[in-house]
């Protein structure tokens, strides 16, 4: 299950290879995953619904509970059927949909793709963290396909409506999920449901929470806006986020958990009502259509809220035609789904009131939607008939049941008004597309492959087989039903019941809804009376009038704290520092046992760098307060050796270096002389707020020196290091081993820092828009090496030389370092800081265009390579048998030079090297290069600006 979900994102990854390659025929190949995913499913699902689930277990992160937990039970088993079926028919039809050379469809299939991937990862997940990530991707995922064309206002807002409420549906479901892996003892929610917590408060809140979750992923009341607004995502999308997969999550959710929780207070009050409500607001909003697409989506909302309605009832029938009212909705909606894609695409509207005659023009798609929506309106001999008799079945035992006739009896009122108005807009639906309309000129839909209508005929031809084939999958179905007490009656799925109340229901429903649809025009009108004079509430306007009132308190805010004053920001940040942990500090203080120095080195070094603080503070000069800055930071690295860190101290020492050499530049462009001002108020409320950092950061590091009572667990990392991560040098063992994951987090925030500040300052210096890359550069009068020659008085003939000496030994020491790092001081970090210090050097002594000599390429894709080779390094280890990031030790016996002892974590290191080189880069080309440019920019314009001027005084 593992490979088949992993398989999914690989072939996403994929995918614009092969679109490059195919074209939209790469569609065809990519469906080949979810449809081998189904064919794999079908004998565990037939093994699950006998009463044998599978369960696959790979160990992850146990410390916290999060391991790749899946399974295949009944319920899960035939969701994924239905997930991948869907799915692989979808990426079929998207063959034909898309035009040839599509420019977007790269992205869009790997989307697809992914997100296909991510929704079976959520319905086999067996693990409440790994459902939670699941449930997130496909959030996000759902975002890029929604705002597939991000140039059209309608794709960028309901992209963000749809990602922000079901965004905050998942966190609200998250801390649920939590609460209950802490009652429960496990994350895995085969043994949560098995042996779930006792009914208490704490319960009561956490499944509300997750239900929240369900709720807004779903579209019910009062998150049902988002769906509608979806639809201004390309068709497929539709066909299948929409009616097969995303909104059936919350479903899925419900019906996992409603086996243990339907007793939980609130359950089925919550569910029951608020899914009638959907139901029935969603089917008067479907009446109201023009765009038989919105007429669909609100259909969707509709049944989505049935869905919930029956799934939350929490009774054993009631749980069974959940399961398969789930099932018949994916096949019938996604049918019609794919229905208005092509019509869309052959006609080029989707307005019912331009459209007439494709009934003669298109025969054969008229049938297909006749099939499918009968399916959807419950007629026999269809799936959505028995499912829908089987609902009706299980709410007029509801009451009974429960031991609450008079609930029950309101619930099966509003199911039935629901589906009065589902065979109304389903009447609606093949009347508006297919119906010789007067006054209407026909249509005269373009020419279109066979193949584009063979997807939505399986779909629709699964419904009318699944009708007849009842007997066969009620056993498959009530596998997961017996996992409820026995109700007053046996639940099947079956064409003829007899003369039952569920029957006779549904005859009501189906006259009064081809009533309601005969007379469209009065209750149109009534409609538009009702909502024009009423004010009715509306959750769209609700949810936008927040949004704009959070964007304005956000205005508002950001006018009165952002004022462009870096002393402004940093004084906020620093005076919270004293005052909140400050505070703490002083309640906490106790007299640290002191010991003043081990050795009179670190005596002498700590009065120098006392010394240089008090004069950098004192200093009127920039570039002497930064070069006493930097003495600090020497004196740290001498400390560091003081104390047998000789590793950190190397750190210490090129960072510093690194720093200094990045302060000069900066300085360039500002006055050599701070302010002469006298001494001010705010300039004295700037020394005691440093005063006050200082003491309490001493405060801090007092206490926390004198606060230790246990053992350190670095204590007992020397043998392990060496054993476990093969690597004598404990630091940096601990950086690409132990705690890999920090350091791949870390390097992920560099990356987009060092992004961010160079792409900064380029707008900065007007240089964001224009298209350089790094290229090599001869000058007529270049020697031999240094290819490009500072021209004017900066040049340095003894610096060109030694420059020409030390480069490339610099270089292979810093290679050396990043490779020995693993048992002697070093590493990819120290190693990339002297490659850029090299790559300075350079710069330095033949300026920006030997520095591109000396790296012709982008730095963006240095930091970019970088981060994927330490993030690809990860997953090497998996292939000799180690864990992700686990450093793996391979011995290479090589002919002549002797064995060679490989540590897979040097592949780490390697990524770590070209982030900081990259890093290196981004700083020359911004704070370098940039200002250079910018420098000679204004040189020639005052030169020009002088010539002028004395052209006009000659």
């Given at each position: 299950m593992v490979f088949l979900v992993a398989l999914?994102?690989?072939?996403?990854?994929?995918?614009?290879?092969?679109?490059?390659m195919l074209d939209r025929r790469a569609f065809l190949v990519l469906a080949l995953v979810p449809a081998a995913s189904f064919v794999w499913l079908l004998g565990p699902v037939a093994r699950a619904t006998d009463g044998d689930p599978t369960y696959e277990h790979l160990t992850w992160i146990p410390q916290i509970g999060l391991n790749l937990d899946l399974s295949v039970n009944a319920l899960s088993g035939i969701v994924a059927l239905l997930v991948t079926g869907v799915g692989a028919l979808v990426l079929v039809y998207c063959t034909w949909y898309f035009r040839p050379n599509d420019p977007e469809i790269w992205r869009f299939s790997g989307v697809l793709t992914a997100f296909a991937g991510a929704m079976l990862g959520l319905v086999l997940s067996d693990n409440v963290y790994l459902l939670y990530i699941f449930w997130e991707l496909t959030t996000i995922l759902s975002f890029l396909l929604i705002g597939h064309n991000p140039e059209r206002r309608a794709n960028r807002r309901a992209a963000m409506n749809a990602l922000i409420v079901t965004t905050f549906g998942g966190l609200a479901m998250l801390v649920?999920?939590?609460?209950?892996?802490?009652?429960?003892?496990?994350?895995?929610?085969?043994?949560?449901?098995?042996?779930?917590?006792?009914?208490?408060?704490?319960?009561?809140?956490?499944?509300?929470?997750?239900?929240?979750g369900a709720l807004s992923k779903s579209a019910l009341v009062p998150f049902h806006f988002w769906l509608p607004g979806a639809m201004a995502a390309p068709t497929p999308v539709s066909a299948y986020l929409h009616a097969a997969a995303m909104v059936k999550a919350g479903v899925y959710l419900v019906a996992l958990l409603a086996p243990v929780f339907a007793d939980t207070p609130g359950w089925r009050p919550v569910l029951v009502s608020l899914g009638i409500a959907t139901m029935i607001l969603g089917g008067l909003r479907a009446l109201r259509q023009y765009d038989i697409k919105l007429l669909l989506a609100y259909g969707t909302v509709s049944q989505l809220g049935f869905l919930v309605a029956v799934a939350g009832a929490g009774t054993r029938s009631a749980a069974f035609a959940a399961l398969a009212l789930l099932c018949a909705h994916g096949l019938f909606k996604s049918a019609l789904f794919l229905v208005v894609g092509i019509i869309d695409r052959s006609v080029g509207t989707r307005d019912l009131r331009d459209l007439s005659g494709l009934r003669a023009a298109r025969p054969a798609l008229f049938v297909i939607t006749i099939v499918a929506a009968a399916s959807m309106a419950g007629l026999p001999v269809m799936f959505g008939f028995t499912a829908k008799e089987a609902a009706l079945a299980a709410f007029v035992d509801l009451g009974k049941d429960l031991g609450h006739p008079g609930w029950g009896m309101a619930?099966?009122?509003?199911?039935?008004?629901?589906?009065?108005?589902?065979?109304?807009?389903?009447?609606?639906?093949?009347?508006?597309?297919?119906?010789?309309?007067?006054?209407?000129?026909?249509?005269?839909?373009?020419?279109?492959?066979?193949?584009?209508?063979?997807v939505p005929g399986i779909l629709a031809a699964a419904s009318l087989v699944a009708g007849f084939a009842g007997p066969a999958l009620t056993p498959r179905i009530a596998t997961y039903a017996d996992q409820f007490p026995e109700g007053a009656h046996h639940a099947m799925l079956t064409l003829w019941h007899g003369f039952t109340p569920a029957l006779g229901l549904s005859a009501i429903a189906v006259v009064a809804g081809l009533a309601l649809f005969?007379?469209?025009?009065?209750?149109?009108?009534?409609?538009?009376?009702?909502?024009?004079?009423?004010?009715?509430?509306?959750?769209?306007?609700?949810?936008?009038?927040?949004?704009?009132?959070?964007?304005?308190?956000?205005?508002?805010?950001?006018?009165?704290?952002?004022?462009?004053?870096?002393?402004?920001?940093?004084?906020?940040?620093?005076?919270?520092?004293?005052?909140?942990?400050?505070?703490?500090?002083?309640?906490?203080?106790?007299?640290?046992?002191?010991?003043?120095?081990?050795?009179?080195?670190?005596?002498?070094?700590?009065?120098?760098?006392?010394?240089?603080?008090?004069?950098?503070?004192?200093?009127?000069?920039?570039?002497?307060?930064?070069?006493?800055?930097g003495v600090t930071g020497y004196g740290t690295s001498i400390l560091f050796v003081a104390h047998g860190a000789p590793d950190l101290a190397l750190t210490q020492v090129l960072v510093e270096t690194f720093l200094l050499v990045t302060f000069?530049?900066?300085?360039?462009?500002?006055?050599?002389?701070?302010?002469?001002?006298?001494f001010n108020i705010a300039r004295w409320w700037r020394v005691g707020v440093g005063t006050a950092v200082g003491l309490t950061v001493s405060g801090f590091a007092f206490v926390a020196t004198n606060a230790r009572t246990a053992t350190p667990i670095?204590?007992?990392?020397?043998?392990?290091?060496?054993?476990?991560?093969?690597?004598?040098?404990?630091?940096?063992?601990?950086?690409?081993?132990?705690?890999?994951?920090?350091?791949?987090?870390?390097?992920?925030?560099?990356?987009?820092?060092?992004?961010?500040?160079?792409?900064?300052?380029?707008?900065?210096?007007?240089?964001?828009?224009?298209?350089?890359?790094?290229?090599?550069?001869?000058?007529?009068?270049?020697?031999?090496?240094?290819?490009?020659?500072?021209?004017?008085?900066?040049?340095?003939?003894?610096?060109?030389?030694?420059?020409?000496?030390?480069?490339?030994?610099?270089?292979?020491?810093?290679?050396?370092?990043?490779?020995?790092?693993?048992?002697?001081?070093?590493?990819?970090?120290?190693?990339?800081?002297?490659?850029?210090?090299?790559?300075?050097?350079?710069?330095?002594?033949?300026?920006?265009?030997?520095?591109?000599?000396?790296?012709?390429?982008?730095?963006?894709?240095?930091?970019g390579l970088g981060l994927?080779?330490?993030?690809?390094?990860?997953?090497?280890?998996?292939?000799?048998?180690?864990?992700?990031?686990?450093?793996?030790?391979?011995?290479?016996?090589?002919?002549?030079?002797?064995?060679?002892?490989?540590?897979?974590?040097?592949?780490?290191?390697?990524?770590?090297?070209?982030?900081?080189?990259?890093?290196?880069?981004?700083?020359?080309?911004?704070?370098?290069?940039?200002?250079?440019?910018?420098?000679?920019?204004?040189?020639?314009?005052?030169?020009?600006?002088?010539?002028?001027?004395?052209?006009?005084?000659?």
């Open positions: 999914h994102f690989l072939v996403a990854g994929a995918a614009p290879a092969l679109v490059r649920g999920l939590v609460g209950l892996h802490l009652l429960s003892g496990t994350p895995r929610l085969s043994e949560l449901l098995a042996d779930p917590p006792a009914a208490g408060p704490a319960v009561t809140t956490f499944v509300a929470l997750i239900l929240v619930a099966l009122v509003g199911i039935v008004v629901g589906s009065i108005l589902t065979v109304a807009y389903s009447a609606r639906f093949v009347w508006g597309a297919f119906a010789d309309k007067a006054g209407v000129e026909p249509c005269h839909p373009r020419a279109f492959s066979a193949g584009f209508t063979v005969v007379w469209r025009r009065p209750v149109a009108a009534t409609q538009h009376a009702i909502v024009d004079r009423l004010p009715m509430p509306d959750a769209e306007r609700s949810y936008q009038a927040v949004m704009r009132g959070v964007d304005r308190l956000a205005v508002e805010i950001t006018g009165r704290t952002q004022r462009g004053s870096l002393p402004v920001y940093l004084g906020i940040i620093l005076v919270t520092l004293v005052v909140v942990p400050g505070t703490a500090l002083i309640r906490a203080w106790e007299t640290p046992d002191v010991r003043i120095a081990d050795n009179p080195l670190q005596i002498v070094t700590g009065l120098i760098m006392a010394a240089a603080a008090i004069l950098t503070v004192r200093s009127r000069r920039r570039l002497r307060a930064v070069l006493l800055l000069v530049l900066v300085l360039r462009r500002l006055p050599p002389f701070f302010s002469d001002r006298p670095s204590a007992g990392w020397a043998e392990p290091a060496y054993e476990y991560g093969g690597g004598k040098n404990i630091v940096n063992v601990a950086l690409v081993d132990i705690r890999a994951w920090d350091t791949i987090g870390e390097l992920s925030v560099l990356v987009v820092a060092a992004t961010g500040i160079a792409s900064l300052i380029f707008l900065l210096t007007d240089r964001s828009m224009r298209q350089i890359r790094p290229r090599r550069v001869v000058a007529p009068d270049s020697n031999a090496w240094l290819a490009a020659n500072l021209h004017d008085q900066r040049r340095s003939i003894v610096f060109e030389i030694v420059t020409r000496l030390i480069f490339h030994t610099v270089i292979v020491f810093s290679i050396y370092l990043m490779i020995s790092g693993h048992n002697s001081p070093g590493g990819g970090f120290a190693g990339g800081l002297i490659a850029g210090l090299a790559l300075m050097v350079r710069y330095l002594a033949g300026g920006r265009e030997e520095l591109d000599n000396a790296a012709p390429v982008d730095a963006g894709f240095v930091l994927a080779v330490a993030a690809l390094s990860g997953l090497l280890p998996t292939l000799l048998g180690g864990g992700v990031l686990q450093s793996a030790i391979v011995d290479v016996q090589i002919p002549v030079l002797g064995e060679l002892h490989l540590v897979t974590s040097v592949f780490f290191d390697i990524g770590v090297y070209l982030v900081v080189v990259g890093l290196a880069l981004d700083v020359l080309r911004s704070l370098g290069s940039g200002i250079d440019a910018q420098i000679e920019e204004e040189d020639e314009e005052a030169d020009e600006a002088a010539q002028s001027t004395s052209e006009v005084t000659s």
